[in-house]
């Protein structure tokens, strides 16, 4: 559930035209619920950046999924079933480079740090490149005496 130190991500409007129609669907009975998404994926028994990525169209809900989605959010089974058919489309939900400030900045650190991740990655692993298909991603929070910091997590098998 939501707290007043876990507010609930929405929609964002401008997106609305670029994202399936499932999106704006899961998105409504999710703010409805007020649920944040570590509270689905905890329902779902997935991690919660793959249930983000579900509610953006960016990836593929199974039959467990769409009857747990139905089940917690009050959104008919056939519903969901009809609007999470088929294959995800990727990618095309933003334009390059992106608008949206702490989107930019993820673009930023890849930008800046792209090559030496390259170059490490090449020298630990040999030559290749990590998978985005078998990969896994996971956010969390650390806080100390300087403030908050995000920790975000990228596994890609190479």
Not at 10 to 32: N, W, Y
Not at 65 to 76: A, V
Request: glycine share 6%; aromatic share 8%.
């Amino acid at each position: 559930m939501a707290s007043a130190d876990k507010p609930v991500a929405t929609l964002d409007s401008s997106l609305v035209h670029r994202l399936p129609a499932s999106s704006a669907t899961l998105f409504e009975a999710k703010k409805e619920k007020k649920l944040t998404f570590e509270a689905i994926a905890k329902k779902l028994g997935r991690d919660e950046v793959a249930v983000a990525a579900l509610f953006y169209g960016q990836a593929m809900a199974n039959a467990q999924d769409i009857r747990n989605l139905s089940d917690l959010l009050g959104i008919p089974a056939d519903k969901l079933e009809s609007q999470l058919a088929g294959l995800p489309d990727r990618g095309r939900t933003m334009d390059m480079p992106p608008k949206e400030p702490l989107i930019y900045r993820l673009y930023e650190v890849v930008q800046n740090y792209g090559y030496a991740y390259k170059a490490i990655l090449n020298e630990k692993f040999g030559d290749g490149i990590m998978s985005a298909i078998s990969f896994s991603t996971s956010v969390r929070k650390e806080t100390d005496d300087k403030g908050d910091w995000a920790v975000i997590t990228l596994r890609g098998k190479w």
